[in-house]
């Protein structure tokens, strides 16, 4: 059993960066593959980016590829998205999922967190 919390998100100016981090409970972090979803208003929930279990591997979503950043500290059981270059079309709920399963389909993760809101203005 995993649980996660989401935080770091906020309102933002076109251009401007967030960092979002996610904290999960227990001591076996390391073994789960991480990513973030995110679903802006109206929209359906989609893929954000993933990250392995190591953390050696890494995806991203085409629309935020070189502008987002995911990492994790398995020694603080926390992930991360930093978000640079942010755009009004990033607003969004974003949430951290875990899962055994190294995916972009959200139904392949286990655990999910309540989400953080990202608001971008123009």
């Known amino acids: 059993q995993v649980q996660l919390v989401e935080s770091g998100g906020g309102l933002v100016q076109a251009g401007g960066s967030l960092r979002l981090s996610c904290l999960a409970s227990g001591r076996v972090f390391g073994r789960y593959h991480v990513a973030w979803f995110r679903q802006g208003p109206g929209k359906e929930r989609e893929f954000v980016a993933a990250?392995?279990?190591?953390?050696?591997?890494?995806y991203y979503e085409d629309s935020v590829n070189g502008r987002f950043t995911i990492s994790r500290d398995n020694a603080k059981n926390t992930m991360y998205l930093q978000m640079n270059s942010l755009k009004p079309e990033d607003t969004a709920n974003y949430y951290c999922?875990?899962?055994?399963?190294?995916?972009?389909?959200?139904?392949?993760?286990?655990?999910w967190g309540q989400g953080t809101k990202v608001t971008v203005s123009s």
């Open positions: 999922a875990a899962g055994f399963h190294y995916t972009s389909t959200s139904s392949d993760y286990n655990y």
């Open positions: 990250i392995t279990g190591s953390g050696t591997s890494t």
